[in-house]
C-alpha cells in the first residue's frame, strides 16, 4: 500500500470537501476499510485493523466537516465495521453528529461464490490485478464468481438507496467496503483500469447529486456524471 499514518485517508478528505464545497447538500462515500493486518494463516476476511489503521480511522472521522450528518454502513468482516465505528467516534468526539453504524451484505464480497477457487485462481493469473482483469472480461468461471455487471449493479442498488434517503439538511453516508469492489465500481462507473489506479486504506469513490444530475468522483480523477439505471436488474 501506498499511504501511511500522515496521507491515509487525506485523498478522500479533501475530495469530500470539494465535493460539498459545489452545493452538495447529501454524498455517499463507498470507502475501503482502514490499515489492516495481512496474516496469510487466517482467513483472510478475518484479518482485523492494525493499530495505525485505527488511528486512521479515527483520525478520518475527527477530520470530517462538522455539520454533516453521518451515517455508517459496513461489509459484515469487523474490519469494516471497525472502521465506520471508529470513524462515527471520531467525528461525534469532536462535535459531529451521526445516526448509527451497522452491517450491510450487499457491502461485502457476496461475489465471490467460492473463495478457494478465487484465491487458486488468483495465484494462477499472477495476482489481484490480473485477476480482476480477467473477472471484468468475463473470464472467470460463474461457479467462482457473480459475473462483474451484475456484481456491480448490486452494489450499486445500495448506494442509490442511501441517496434517495435524506435526514438532514447536510449528509453524509459512509459505506465502508474493499478494495475489489472499489475497483470493480471504478472500472464500470468511471473506466478507471485496476492496473492503472490504486485503492489505497480509506480511499472512496463519492456519489452525489447535483444540478438534476448524479456524479461520481474519485480524488484521483475528474467527477463524471454518472447512470445508475445501472442498478436495475
Given at each position: ?54 488511528m486512521l480511522a ?115 453516508d459512509v459505506c ?58
Amino acid at each position: 500500500m501506498g499511504c501511511g499514518l500522515n496521507t491515509c485517508g487525506d485523498g478522500t478528505l479533501d475530495l469530500l470537501a470539494s465535493v460539498y464545497a459545489r452545493g452538495v447538500t447529501h454524498a455517499v462515500a463507498l470507502m475501503r476499510h482502514s490499515a489492516r493486518e495481512f496474516d496469510r494463516g487466517k482467513n483472510d476476511l478475518a484479518n482485523p485493523l492494525t493499530e495505525e489503521g485505527r488511528m486512521l480511522a479515527y483520525r478520518f472521522g475527527e477530520r470530517l466537516p462538522k455539520q454533516l450528518m453521518v451515517r455508517g454502513y459496513a461489509s459484515p468482516p469487523e474490519r469494516c465495521l471497525e472502521t465506520a465505528s471508529l470513524l462515527i467516534d471520531g467525528h461525534r468526539d469532536r462535535g459531529g453528529e451521526a445516526t448509527r453504524r451497522r452491517p450491510v451484505e450487499g457491502l461485502g464480497v457476496f461475489y465471490v461464490l467460492d473463495q478457494m477457487k478465487m484465491w487458486k485462481r488468483m495465484d494462477f493469473v499472477g495476482g489481484l490485478v490480473p485477476f480482476l482483469n480477467a473477472w471484468f472480461r468475463g473470464e472467470v468461471p460463474m461457479d467462482t464468481m457473480i459475473p462483474a455487471e451484475l456484481a456491480a449493479k448490486l452494489v450499486l442498488r445500495v448506494i442509490a438507496g442511501k441517496l434517495r434517503s435524506t435526514i438532514a439538511p447536510e449528509q453524509l453516508d459512509v459505506c465502508v467496503s474493499h478494495d475489489m469492489t472499489l475497483h470493480l465500481v471504478r472500472d464500470r462507473l468511471l473506466g478507471r483500469n485496476v492496473g492503472d489506479h490504486a485503492v489505497d486504506f480509506l480511499d472512496a469513490l463519492v456519489v452525489y447529486e447535483l444540478d438534476g444530475a448524479l456524479w461520481a468522483a474519485t480524488h484521483d480523477g475528474e467527477p463524471r456524471i454518472v447512470d445508475l439505471a445501472l442498478e436495475a436488474c
